[in-house]
C-alpha cells in the first residue's frame, strides 16, 4: 500500500493541515478534555503488548454525536504500522474535520501467534476503550472503519461477525479479502500469493476458512459496505471484490463497488481521486 499512501499524501500538499496539539488543556472543572479544543494523542495503550497502541485525533468543538472512524493497516497480518494510514489520517482530518480518527496497531502474527482471533481481539479491545473513554474524550459510540488490506479483511470481518453492539454504521475495504474459500486462493500456483496466504495460518478446513472470510460471515443487518479492488492486484484477486459485491446484494445490504481494472495492490493518479471523492461522500452519507 505504498503508492497509495504516498499518493495520499501528495493529494493532500495543497491542503492547509490544521493542526492539533498533544497538550491541549484538559477542562479543570471536570475529569474531561476539553471539547472546545482539538486534542491528539499519539500511542494510548490498550494493552500489554507493544503493538497494542493507536493514535487518537478529536476535533474541536466535539459533542456526544460526535463519531469516530477507526483506521486498520495492511501487512498481510504479520508486517505493517499505522503510520501506513497517517495519509488517511490526514485526508479525514482535513476534509471531514468532525470526525473523531482513531488509528490503531495491533498484535503482528507469527509461526506461534496467529491472526485470528488475535487481530480480532484487539479491534474489539479498541473498541472497549473508546467506549469506556466516551465521556472523557467527548464522542460517541458510532464507528465507522477504513481498512487497507489484511487490514481491510479485519475491518470487514469485525464489523460483520463481532460488533455485538451495532456500533458500525460503514466500513470500507480497500483491496481486503473477503473468502478463503474463493479457488483463485485455493487452486491458485502463484508462490507470491502462497506465501501471502501462509502468513494467515489457514488450514484446511472448510469450516476455518468460512470463520475468518467475511463473505461468510455478512448478514442482512451489515452496515453499509464500500469497496475498492484493483484488476491486476497479485495478492487479492478480483473475485475477492466480486463475490462480496454479489453476497452484499444478495443480502440487499447498502454497498459501492468500484474495480480499477488496470491497478493493483494499490494505485495513485486519477484511479485515487476516484477512491477520496467516493469514499468521502459514502463516509459522509452513512457514518
Known sequence: MKNLKLA???????????????????????NILNPLEAYEELNISYGSDSNQVFDLYLPANRT?????IVLVHGGGWTSGDKSDMDAFVSFINNQMPNYAVVNINYRLADNNNPPYP?????????????????????IS????FVGASAGAHLSLLWSYAFDTDSQVKMVCSVVGPTNFT?????NN????????????GIDATSTYLETISPYYNVTTSAPPTIL????QDPLVPTTQGTYMRDKLEELNVIHEFTLYPNEG?????LSLLDTTVKLKVFIETYL
Open 189 to 200: 500456483s502463484s508462490p507470491l500469493l502462497q506465501e501471502f496466504l501462509d502468513t494467515l
Open 228 to 231: 475498492f479492488y484493483g484488476g
Open 265 to 269: 495492490h494499490g494505485w495513485d493518479g
Open 118 to 138: 488475535m487481530q480480532i481481539n484487539d479491534i474489539t479491545s479498541v473498541i472497549n476503550h473508546l467506549e469506556t473513554n466516551e465521556n472523557y474524550y467527548t
Open 64 to 68: 456526544f454525536a460526535t463519531k469516530t
Open 141 to 144: 459510540n458510532t464507528i465507522g
Open 182 to 186: 474463493d479457488p483463485a486462493y485455493i
Open 8 to 30: 495520499f499524501l501528495l493529494l493532500l500538499t495543497t491542503i492547509t493541515l490544521v493542526s492539533c496539539s498533544s497538550n491541549s488543556t484538559e477542562n479543570e472543572d471536570s
